[in-house]
């Protein structure tokens, strides 16, 4: 028992020696003197003029952190203002324990003054609009747009393809296809149906859709779509796109010879015939673009929202070869991947 008591006071020591220690480092380095090769490297890295003009600020306990206030970015070349980028203030706090084993758990992450917000993905566009009223925002990856749409400060470009883009592949790829089978959730996706439904109609298309509430509506759902479907269109809903309900319905799509249009590759890897994908690079340079207007001049709200421009596509030739579907050696050469 002394022998666990001992110990347990050593161990109690010795945190609150690392305790202290990581308490005193900030206030013993003067982290201000490191402020000319930080300047030094960014500009030298970026090519441009890069400075801190505020205080800088280290903290270790109890949360690793560093804080820093006017920092500017010079203008590439040819560009109207001297400042591409300008911050008033950044602060940002991560646990110290997590970070240890390169686990970051962001606590505080605040900027003050920015010119231009790039929110990339649906989460972080959401948080950034709720957050965020002045400042302009760019949102990228985002699939649903009307929140977008309804913020008078955010632009941003869809990961959706137009309507016209989704028909008219359609129709490369299945030519001979007319009906077009779809699950969908009312609640979630009626306004895309309506859509949908009219502008198949400019293609020679019929829409046949299917409301599910619920995931028990599937089945009954899709044994209607398989009397009268000539390919079934999974498009982004909650309900139907389940990994439950996908399995459902490619095992659907084989027993009755009917070709799935999957929402992603990885749709096309487990079975559907082949899905319209996004060229990333291309999309970060439309919202760059955007970014560049905005910053000129434009307002958020003129650039709008866009979708993306390039379109890319994945084939499962297997499935193809399963359902006896000749795809042309183009249309197969043409493929981003196939499987």
Do not use: H
Request: net charge positive; with cysteine; charged share 20%.
């Amino acid at each position: 028992m002394k022998a666990l008591k001992w110990l347990l006071i050593i161990a109690g020591s010795v945190l609150v020696l690392v305790i202290a220690v990581l308490l005193l480092i900030p206030l013993f380095v003067d982290v201000e003197k490191y402020k000319p090769e930080i300047e030094k490297q960014v500009s030298s890295a970026v090519g441009r003029p890069f400075a801190i003009k505020g205080q800088l600020k280290l903290s270790l306990f109890p949360w690793a952190g560093v804080a820093f206030s006017d920092l500017y970015l010079g203008s590439p070349p040819g560009y109207k203002e001297k400042d591409f980028l300008f911050v008033k203030s950044f602060d940002v706090r991560m646990k110290l324990l997590p970070l240890l084993s390169k686990d970051i758990q962001v606590q505080r992450f605040v900027i003050e003054g920015p010119k231009i917000v790039l929110a990339v993905g649906t989460a972080a566009t959401d948080l950034t609009l709720r957050k965020i009223t002045g400042a302009p925002v760019v949102a990228c990856l985002v699939l649903r747009t009307e929140r977008i749409e309804q913020a008078g400060n955010a632009a941003g470009v869809s990961l959706e393809f137009p309507l016209e883009t989704q028909f008219a592949w359609l129709q490369r790829i299945l030519p001979q296809a007319r009906t077009v089978g779809v699950l969908y959730n009312p609640a979630e996706n009626q306004r895309r149906i309506d859509a949908a439904v009219q502008t198949a109609k400019r293609f020679g298309l019929r829409i046949d859709a299917e409301p599910v509430s619920s995931p028990k509506d599937v089945p009954a759902a899709l044994n209607s779509l398989a009397k009268r479907a000539d390919v079934l269109w999974c498009i982004p809903d909650a309900v139907t796109l389940s990994a439950v309900i996908s399995k459902n319905i490619l095992l659907f799509s084989f027993r009755n010879s009917i070709p799935v249009i999957g929402p992603s590759p990885a749709w096309v890897k487990a079975g559907a015939l082949y899905s319209l994908d996004w060229d990333y690079a291309d999309l970060g340079v439309q919202c760059g673009e955007m970014a560049v207007k905005i910053l000129a001049g434009a307002s958020p709200a003129s650039v709008g929202v866009a979708s993306p421009r390039r379109v890319q596509y994945t084939l499962n030739l297997a499935t193809a070869r399963q359902m006896k579907l000749d795809l042309p050696d183009a249309l197969v050469k043409g493929a981003r991947q196939t499987f």
